[in-house]
């Protein structure tokens, strides 16, 4: 806080994980518009953000419109995430609580099942901001295939996402909440809106904003 027009209460970092298809977008929009409605400053943000001139080669990397190293693409997401921290910073510190669709745990789930090493994937992700939330919308990759089928990106096959499943929940740990991502729409809703506002007390109470994996004790997996 360099100045005085910040709000003293800062905004919360919200994140929803999970595999593909598994209702995190329709999820996110709804609790965008709930918190809305409370009075917070709400944005919605997702990665990979395609807007960016990265997140560019990374949409054409996935509609398989270019190949490209499995580490390079990697690091692209991962620049993609850090391209946006300083404005997630400020935009957390100005009072705005910001809803993403997707962070660093996709990074690492998705190209740990590519066969990356999970402490190099960690390792670059160093840094950013640590969620306040993580949610992850827990649902069998079985289920998630059903739903209306996959699209034709890169990456949306049940066996894959099989692996996918298997490294969120390496990653999960105490910190995380697990959703039942089977459950009715409305149930999943109801307990969005409850951990994200019991988030946004805490924030507002004066919780700092950290560093995602800032210590070797934070990133068991980090070499
Ligand atoms: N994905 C997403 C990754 O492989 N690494 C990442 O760092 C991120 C943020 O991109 N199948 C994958 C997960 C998805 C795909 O995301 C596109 P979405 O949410 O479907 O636009
Ligand atoms: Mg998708």
Redesign the pocket.
Known sequence: MDNGHYNSARGSLIVLEGL?RSGK?SQCSNLLSYLRGTGLSVEAW???DRSTSIGQLISAY?ANESQLDDKAIHLL??ANRWEKRALMENKLKSGITIVV???SY??VA??VAKGLDMGWCMALEMGLIAPDLVIFLDIPPEKAAERGGYGT?R??QLEFQRKVAKHYHTLCDASWEVVDGSLPMEAIQKQLRDLSMHCVMKCQQGKPLMNLWSSKEDCPHCN
Request: aromatic fraction near 28%; charge should be negative.
């Open positions: 593909d977008t997702r990665f990979p996935l997401f991962s669709d997707r962070y996709s990074g998705f190209s990106e990456y949306e």
